[in-house]
């Protein structure tokens, strides 16, 4: 087809439990009545009390409030574990594939039964009560990805206390933010972090973080590389000497469907991360519809997501939603390139993976090695590809398609945001045609509208071009922001009253798919991780050499978008590569490695208006080496130091 439009193969769709015709009929019932709809889709979990709610939504601005299934009560962990015991105690429930593939006795994995994944996840939650642990408090989790990770977020939902993953990537004062804004009793850790062949010191970031003013805050230490680390006294406990001590039997707590599960933080257009908090009930529900439809996940199967648990991703979709289906899902610790660039292939063949499910950032970098790499496994076991995080460029989706999949697996586009909880616009693999680069249709209950930026109409046409929004409420949207209603409304509900606002761009075409163009915020998407521009000029000016600093991205090969920065230094200090270089590891240390600046210019003045508001429009254009189209410049404030900034560029084509 002209447009690249791929239907679901005739064997694929032959065996689908939703095909176009269900699809459609599906979508109808979901939005004309979203109280039927999910009142039936609802009981797909196992309530306590069953709700005999459905829906309490408000969009409207200031009175926003979000409310799903409130009567009923239900605990997740039990969801996710208790119940498939009598089934399926014995299926492997997590199969573990470490960094090193030959480091674990057995072939260099773990496979773990749902029965052990009860007792592991019992000890650790008797744990955690034992540490003082209990019903709504904050525990901060600051893991690789181990099975204990996972251990931790269930046994934290298993007695109702609310965790908060912090990217184990993240910095000590990145996760002492993050422990400081939920006031967190309790931090989960590891001795190091085996990645890529290197070794993070994770406790040691975790006392640089608590060092100051948390010596109520408790640490549990799990042992994974053995290494000799330092013990705070009274405050730091091993889990295996603290496992040894406790039973393996932990009723589940009762839980409302709307007490939060979880506070997840993520990178908005200001300086401070919003803490992201998501329900038990509603979430639970989209968690496990969606990852059951969108990957046609069947019985049996073995299902790969190779996020990492401190993002959203690897909640909903290595966590979550894989785990109340009673699924078997894989976690890797490692990195695609180690110890060699088959790496995501090879484990795809050694576990016979159905689904594998990644984001457009690796498989850039990947296509970029070569197709031997593919060639030399065998991937005859994948039926489902799935992307997320970032636009996917049509050459990569290509590759994907015909060297992965070899032209046989449907490929899912799906987006989605930490917000969101699930996906809200992608393709089901066995009903609707695909076309590379866009995320197609809305997920059941999901009404897209496509509003002008200015004036904030929806654009009623079919084809249509603006911002997204959404019209109604799905039972996995977040509920606030962690102690601050009021930035939840204002971030989300008060520009276009009504709606929900993405924060994304979107183009609807003739036969209504829809194509994200890409943040219209100041959130950049670098490797498909979320980073507020704010954020990393923040550290930047927090350098006693810096006097001001402006941040925008810039289109990347293989990151997508690239962080590109530009530095004005205080009078009297001199530019030179030792305060470059320092200047990037500064960043490092305040936010992480993933906000390093790719590339850092001296700028002695920024372009801004008479208002002293900084132009970054300009900055965008010039980082994107197409400083010939600035448009209007006459309303700056010194015209002249855009001629400064185009002459020392940084990226030239
Ligand atoms: C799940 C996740 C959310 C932002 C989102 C958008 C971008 C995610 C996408 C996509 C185009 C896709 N995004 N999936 N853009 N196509 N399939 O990534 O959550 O980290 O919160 O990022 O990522 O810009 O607004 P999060």
Redesign the pocket.
Known sequence: MPDGTRPPSEEFAAKATIDRAAYDAMYERSVKDPEGFWAEHGRRVDWIKPFTTVKDVNFRYPDVSIRWFEDGTLNVAANCIDRHLAERGDQTAIIWEPDDPDSVEGGGAQHITYRQLHDHVSKMANVLKALGVGKGDRVVIYLPMIPQAAYAMLACARIGAIHSVVFAGFSADALGARVNACDAKLVITADGAPRGGRVTNLKDNVNKALLNDFDEVKCLVVKRTGQQIAFREDLDFWLHEEEAKVSNDCPPEEMNAEDPLFILY?SGSTGLPKGVVHSSGGYLVYAAMTHEHVFDYRPGEVFWCTADVG???GHSYIVYGPLANGATTLMFEGVPTFPDAGRFWAVCAKHSVNQFYTAPTAIRALMGQGDEWVANHDLSSLRVLG??????NPEAWRWYDEVVGRGTCPIV???????TGGHLLTPLPGAIPTKPGS?TLPFFGVEPAILEPESGKPIETVEAEGVLCIADSWPAQMRTVWGDHQRFMDTYFRQYPGYYF???GCRRDSDGYYW?T??VDD?I?VS???MGTAEVESALVAHEAVSEAAVVGYPHPVKGQGIYAYVTLMSGRESSDDLRKELESWVRDEIGPIAKPDLLQWAPGLPKTRSGKIMRRILRKIAEDDFGSLGDISTLAEPQVVDDLIENRMNRS
């Open positions: 993520t993002w959203v991703t992307t997320v995080g970032e636009p996917i586009d799906t987006w989605w945001q930490t917000e995320a993405s924060g994304d994200i890409g943040r959130v998407n498909g991780h979320r």
